[in-house]
């Protein structure tokens, strides 16, 4: 008989809290929920059966804190805590400390923790095994100043944590201390460790990697491999599976590899090993992820096994379901990662509050994501706003489902990076599969040049035939003013718009669905298909249109075409003035004697003292965001008159 857990702790939150409440329930398993002070309409909180706050303040305060989520779990009488991706995940600690209390960790032994979370120890344990691995070095703060590198480049890494963060890329000598200062800072404040390591980098490689699972029986399968090349900053965005760029005889030597090294420890649960393949295909061990991936629903979908619900059955101490020979790989599934940042100015994190959202509706499209109403106005924790995951019978028509599943997605508020991920799909580099890790930087210029080249190929006229079918009837609904009160009686109606700094008289009359249009004497029809309140569908000559509404104050239009979003002005509208009003937000704002956050994160320095004269450029702080060291600069030359923030507060 089937063992299972009555009831389990989610000691993360976010979409991953999601997924597991999602595989708990289809189990009958009971779920509790923990969060921070703020996030109490976080959709974690309400679709698990109970939730509790975990107080306020940074990680190491919140889902950090191994003492208060133990407490919490203690308290709930839990069987078990999963501890999705991220946060706690990999901490050896916290894994002995669950067993210690009688709680069943999710996830694999806190020795195996240990030895693979620890980048140079796994190492070591694949090189034993027989596979090949690039030489590093390890660091730790006392080592840092007698550093010797002998070739370049060389990449940095967190000794004990891992997605990415804190990785840097040094080419010289000159970048190496700084970098490393950096690196050292950053995996202190996500793992709670500041031990990094230095290994050679290979530019031109692709990032593949073998998901498997291990039971408490000796039994260990992989679920096939997927291709994790589309990295941004060390950051993967865009993942897939198989990874058909490789040879079939290097695809076996792989997931031979990836068996080998699992076994060597003994490995129980789900966990991924990573490789990199350079231009020769030769291969190398990378590291060993002891935790659920991010991108693991692309293996999912081509596998048709539920991985969440494997671990869950795995830790409960019942055998592996199936064998290796059961799983098959049918399609390929494509993977995006939507994060709140703006391309167009170095990715910088966008924290504006989302006002409205409208997630595509396209078959075979899987979403992920905790966006629902009523939305938080600033997510201090992670810019992930969604995962797009589209599965198709092929790669190419797996593409062609995640473009139009990017084009359908509508964000008002914060600037998304859906835009710039259409463009990847969209590059013929990408179609072919000629990409690596390297993709993203050297095809920059061009995949920003898309998003700009696209927003502007818009069918100007629907645009603003659209504009005046939801003029004509939001205008008289949500506004009582005498103009208003009249609607548009004449036989030949006109309005004005404002729309990219140009002025366009639009004519127009109707005779029940159908829109006949005059704009700068081109005259065409129009059908109005169907309206709600945010989304219109019209049918032109040339085609059908969904065009979403996204705002309307002050006479003011947020458009959504196209998967980008535009602004447009009523120039008719006379309802609504500004407010003749000066909030001290704006007044500080205006103020450039005062230096004001547009981000929210932690300060991680100061870089100025009081009395301190500084040029326009000078850095003046840095204020860790979304995963990322973002530095504030002086705006003009300048005297420190008064600094009321310092290291460590949260702003």
């Known amino acids: 008989m089937t063992k299972k857990f009555s009831k389990i702790l989610i ?35 309400s679709k698990a059966d109970e939730a509790v706050c975990l107080g306020e303040g940074n990680l190491n305060e919140t889902y950090l804190n191994i003492e208060k989520i133990l407490f919490i779990a203690k308290g709930k009488g839990v069987d078990a805590i999963h501890p999705g991706y991220g946060f706690l995940s990999e901490n050896a600690a916290f894994a002995e400390a669950c067993t210690k209390n ?127 090349s589309i990295q941004r900053n060390h950051q993967k965005i865009i993942e897939e599976a198989p990874a058909t760029s490789i040879e079939p005889q290097l695809r076996e030597t792989l997931l031979r590899s990836a068996i080998k090294i699992s076994k060597s420890v003994v490995y129980e649960n789900a966990g991924t090993v990573e490789f990199l393949v350079n231009s020769n295909n ?8 002891p935790r659920i991936q991010v991108e693991h629903p692309v293996t999912e979908g081509i596998t048709g096994i539920d991985i969440v619900k494997a671990q869950l059955s795995i830790a409960t101490g019942n055998p592996l379901s199936f064998h290796q020979s059961d799983v098959v790989v049918t399609g390929h599934a494509i993977e995006a990662r939507i994060y709140q940042e703006n391309p167009q100015t170095n990715f910088t994190p966008s924290t504006d509050t989302i006002d409205f959202f409208q997630f595509p509706h396209e078959n075979n499209l899987r979403i992920e994501s905790d966006l629902n109403y009523p939305l938080n106005t600033v997510n ?3 810019p992930l706003l969604a995962k797009f995951i589209v599965h198709a019978p092929t790669r190419e028509q797996a593409m062609m489902g995640l473009s139009c599943s990017l084009i359908g997605f509508y964000v008002d508020g914060p600037t998304t990076n859906s835009n710039y991920l259409n463009s990847i799909i969209n590059h013929p580099a990408f179609f072919k599969n000629k ?30 035939a659209s504009a005046v079918i939801f003029s004509q009837s939001n205008d008289q609904n949500k506004r009582k003013s005498i103009w208003n009160s009249l609607g548009y009686w004449r036989i030949d109606m006109q309005m ?42 019209l ?22 075409v196209n998967g980008f979003i535009y602004s447009i002005r009523n120039l008719d509208s006379l309802s609504h003035y500004p407010e003749n009003e000066l909030t001290n937000k704006s007044e500080i704002e205006n103020n450039t004697n005062v230096i004001t956050s547009h981000l929210h994160g932690k300060i991680i320095s100061v870089k100025v003292k009081k009395n301190q004269t500084v040029n326009k450029g000078e850095v003046l702080l840095i204020i860790e965001s979304m995963k990322s060291e973002n530095t504030i600069v002086a705006p003009r030359n300048a005297t420190i008159e008064k600094i009321t923030i310092e290291e460590g507060n949260q702003v």
């Open 11 to 45: 000691a993360n939150r976010g979409e991953i809290a999601l997924r597991i409440i999602r595989a708990a329930n289809e189990l009958s398993i009971k779920t509790v929920a923990v969060y921070a002070r703020g996030e109490e309409e976080n959709l974690h909180v």
């Open 102 to 228: 009688k709680i069943i960790f999710i996830g694999p032994s806190a020795k195996v923790l240990e030895q693979m979370g620890n980048k140079i120890t796994a190492k070591k344990i694949a090189e034993a095994a027989g596979v090949p691995v690039l030489s590093s070095y390890n660091v730790n703060a006392s080592s840092i100043a007698n550093l010797v590198i002998e070739k370049f480049p060389v990449l940095i890494k967190a000794s004990y944590g891992g997605g990415g963060k804190g990785m840097q890329i040094v080419n010289n000598e000159t970048e190496l201390k700084h970098k490393v200062e950096q690196a050292s800072r950053s995996a202190l404040n996500y793992f709670g460790n500041g031990d990094i390591y230095i290994e050679n980098y290979i530019e031109d490689a692709r990032h593949v990697e073998v998901q498997i699972l291990g039971d408490s029986f000796g039994e260990i399968v992989h679920l096939y491999e997927r291709d994790c």
């Open 282 to 289: 030769e291969f190398f061990f990378l590291e060993m992820n």
């Open 496 to 537: 004005e718009f404002e729309f990219e700094n140009e002025i366009y008289r639009v004519n127009w009359n109707k005779n029940n669905s159908i829109y006949n249009f005059t704009i700068d004497g081109n005259k065409f029809e129009v059908e109005l298909v169907s309206k709600t309140e945010n989304l219109i569908l």
């Open 380 to 382: 201090q924790f992670d």
């Open 539 to 560: 049918k032109t000559s040339k085609s059908i249109e969904y065009i979403y509404l996204i705002s309307n104050t002050k006479g003011e239009f947020r458009i959504g």
């Open 435 to 464: 990409i690596s890790t390297q993709f993203c930087a050297t095809e920059h210029s061009i995949l920003l040049e898309h998003c700009r080249v696209s927003k502007k190929q818009l069918d100007l006229y629907s645009f603003l």
